[in-house]
């Protein structure tokens, strides 16, 4: 009964969720746009920016959760598909720089004349054509994501050791984009985009849509891992993760299951990549680095995982915390984010969201009566231990 | 050995050092008037002496003809006394060429300098190579040997077979030997003789000798049966410096693989035993590194005698801290975790960044000096292969840490206990064990090892808050590869590991060596998920 109500109410949460949600995607580029600068309520085009790569990560903690939270597959390396995400999105970006570049040549980006290459690389070629482009934003992580999956899902590779090889597998990827030889533009990456789809990416306008399409992706991929997660493919994820032997043995193919999701997740995670690189203007070998894989994990374990709203809220509210400290008290943030993960893994398994319900569990209980679960137990399932 | 004995030891070595004494003496005054002779005359009489003292064949004299060659040697006014002077502002100073006692500065004006030209030099360098040559110390003979064998100068032919007919030491007489090839390769010589000293060469077979042959096998003038022999030589020797790369790619593998086995091997301990994935064991490392520069620290303050000590101090300080941090670590959070591996891991993972940002804070995020102590710095030549003394001295450590941890797990009660909740948690409970006490002091083991890997990595790494950071990915693959809750596989894992990339390192540089081992482990994980040492049993589906 308690459950099912809770499940109601977050139902609700979660459609008041959206609503604010779509509430800031609208307002926040109306309150930039429309308003004087001078204006009490202006917000400022480099917050706009700002607000527009937390959504972005909000949506890489949404595909971390996806498989964390739904699967029990611990990604140490989504950072990885992000980043790939993001670099097929920046070859875009590069292509469109033109002749505007510093030495001018009309095809080549600058660092490949830096490096005195003379033709484009045969995996460049397309990447002037937006669509085309975007397509490799999904594909190029979805495959490379199936393929990682295919051999670790089909070897029962799983737990500690799963989160071990992601992290191998985004090192490898660091090491490997750090080298000028592939073709990415080494340590430096690629940066100083001009152009997306023909309108400046400095404009005003531009960041207010960038920003619109990453709230619009951000919901999309929301109500995707909601029927996802609400279907009976949900439910044997569910049961995988809390039972995966068992499940086996009911007769399911655990590894398609776990294949599907993460592949799912994995290109969720590229689009994000592919929205934050316009945003913050580069992508470079860094955003491989093991550390920020894990503190995407973070984001979600803060948030409440096995929740899809929580990770999102989380995300926020965790770079929130990040931009501030490192503003403000930058000494202080990595005992901040140290002692967030040891709190939150300690007090809060079930995140903030756990928090809430807790909280709402103990209140007195008059809402109980006119509660009427609608559909039984289709309710976000509890986290496994 | 009785008191007299002893008292007849002590008596000879007096005896024995007065000898030497008075023969130095003696060896002075006999000198004293030719080294004064020098000054008489012109170049062809100082030539002359040049000759009388190189004939006197005592390695005393060659300071004197040194500092004639560089036109330092004056003539005293006064007492017409030969001595050294050295610039001090615009007086020199005085040495005694014999003695090397100081004798004060004086203005030059007090002073004949003696004359030196070209001719006198190349006299002067001849006579100081066979004074050297026929040094008595055979450690000054072998220098002056290699000397000549780099320079291969020509004029030097004849003091090198003086000294060849009159050497004792087998092993200077073959370095003469190769020197006096090399120069007969480059004189006029006829050809037989030429092929002999190829063959010299060929025995000597290092890069020097191969550069020698490549010139004589290169040379369009030479005859052909030389150059035939030169070529087989080459080959040779190519072959021989093949065989000693290998051996120093091996070396160097060993000597990363004990680095990798340091920085796992308390990883092996906590992962195998306990199941828990520390994430903040490099941090471990690193502390384990600061506790070095702090007792180095203290020591330069207080006891710089002890320099040589400091890294003796710190290992078992190292071990003290990291064991006690490590304690409280698993009484503080991992205990209520146990079960819930993933979560450990963030757990961790957060102590980790608060350990780092703490050490930052205190210390400083730039890189700390830890010196190293004079056993350790410097390299010997082994063969073709060098080798410095601070990777020979870790992978040694390595191995004692390796042997002294398989000894007390194997044969203390302490390690019979930890075995036991190992294999089976419940049951070695049952038997009353205190499992929990076992956890904490497992922890503490493993922590403690990661210290004092962090007293060897201080010694060629660079000690940051960021030390651990490099360490942690490796030490993971070493663990996952080798195979958990297995210390051989711990130890087989880091030195394969560490030899293959070592191996791949020249052929795709080291960047892409890496990459290729890290997806080398990715697809050995598929094939064994388990490593290469799996445990069987129940323990597996644990």
Known sequence: MITSFLVRAFDRQAALFLAILGLVIVAVPALNLLLPPDHPLHVPTYAVSLMGKYLTYALLALSVDLVWGYCGILSLGHGAFFALGGYAMGMYLMRQIGPRGVYGDPVLPDFMVFLNWKELPWYWTGFDMFPYALMMVLLVPGVLAFIFGWFAFRSRVSGVYLSIITQALTYALLLAFFRNDMGFGGNNGLTDFKDILGFPVQADGTRAALFVASGLALVLCFLLARSVTRSKLGKVLVAVRDAESRTRFLGYRVEHYKLFVWTLSAMMAGLAGALYVPQVGIINPGEFEPANSIEAVIWVAVGGRGTLFGPIFGAVLVNYGKTWFTAVLPEVWLFALGALFVVVTLFLPKGLVGLAAMVRARLPRHRTLKSEPATPSTGEPQPAE | ?542
């Open chain 2, 1 to 542: 050995m009785s008191l007299k004995n002893l008292m007849i030891c002590l008596l000879a070595l007096v005896m024995g050092c007065m000898v030497q004494t008075t023969g130095h003496a003696e060896g002075v005054e006999v000198l004293r008037p030719l080294v004064n002779a020098l000054a008489k005359g012109g170049f062809k009489e100082t030539e002359a002496q040049v000759g009388a003292l190189a004939a006197t064949a005592n390695p005393a004299v060659a300071p004197a003809l040194e500092a004639l060659s560089n036109g330092d040697l004056y003539e005293r006014k006064s007492d017409k006394l030969v001595v050294i002077g050295t610039k001090a502002g615009a007086d020199l100073a005085l040495t005694d060429p014999l003695t090397g006692e100081a004798l004060g500065t004086t203005s030059p004006a007090a002073l004949t300098k003696i004359k030196v030209n070209n001719g006198l030099r190349r006299t002067i360098r001849s006579a100081l190579g066979g004074l050297t040559l026929m040094a008595p110390d055979p450690q000054v003979r072998m220098a002056a040997a290699g000397a000549m064998f780099k320079s291969v100068d020509v004029e030097g032919l004849a003091l090198l077979d003086a000294a060849i007919a009159a050497e004792t030491d087998a092993r200077v007489l073959t370095v003469m030997q190769e020197a006096r090839a090399a120069v007969l390769l480059a004189v006029d010589a006829p050809e037989t003789t030429k092929i002999e000293a190829v063959r010299v060469l060929a025995g000597r077979g290092d890069r020097d000798a191969l550069s020698i042959l490549t010139g004589v096998a290169g040379n369009a003038g030479t005859p052909v049966a030389l150059r035939d022999a030169a070529t087989r030589a080459i080959t040779g020797i190519n072959q021989n410096l093949a065989l000693w790369d290998v051996g120093q790619n091996v070396w160097y593998g060993i000597s990363l693989g004990s680095v990798l086995l340091l920085a796992a091997i308390g990883l092996a301990i906590t992962f195998g035993v306990m199941g828990v994935i520390n994430m903040a064991h490099g941090e471990m490392v690193m502390i384990g590194a600061y506790v070095t520069f702090m007792v180095q620290e203290v020591i330069r303050t207080t006891a710089p005698g002890l320099f040589g000590g400091s890294l003796a101090i710190a290992l078992p300080l190292a071990f003290l801290v990291t064991a006690l941090i490590g304690i409280a670590i698993e009484r503080g959070i991992i205990r209520f975790l146990y079960g819930r591996p993933l979560e450990t891991l963030l757990a961790t993972w957060g102590l980790s960044l608060i350990l780092q940002q703490a050490v930052r804070s205190i210390f400083g995020p730039t890189n700390r000096e830890v010196g190293n102590p004079d056993w350790m710095s410097g390299a010997f030549q082994l063969g073709e292969m060098t080798i410095t003394y601070n990777r020979l001295w870790i992978v040694v450590f390595s191995l004692l840490v390796f042997a002294g941890l398989m000894l007390v797990l194997k044969k203390t009660p302490f390690g019979l206990y930890t075995r036991a909740v190992t294999q089976n948690r419940r049951m070695a409970a049952s038997m009353g064990i205190r499992t929990p006490w076992i956890d904490a002091l497992t922890f503490g083991l493993g922590s403690g090892i990661a210290g004092i890997a962090g007293v060897a990595l201080s010694q060629i790494d660079n000690v940051s808050p960021n030390l651990g950071q490099g360490y942690i990915i490796d030490s993971f693959m070493v663990v996952v590869f080798g195979g958990v809750g297995n210390l051989w596989g711990t130890l087989v894992g880091a030195l394969t590991l560490g030899v293959v990339n070592k191996f791949l390192e020249p052929y795709a540089g080291a960047v892409l060596a890496k990459i290729l081992m890290l997806v080398f482990i990715i697809l050995f994980i598929q094939k064994r998920p388990r490593g290469l040492f799996a445990l069987k049993g129940r323990a597996v589906e644990a």
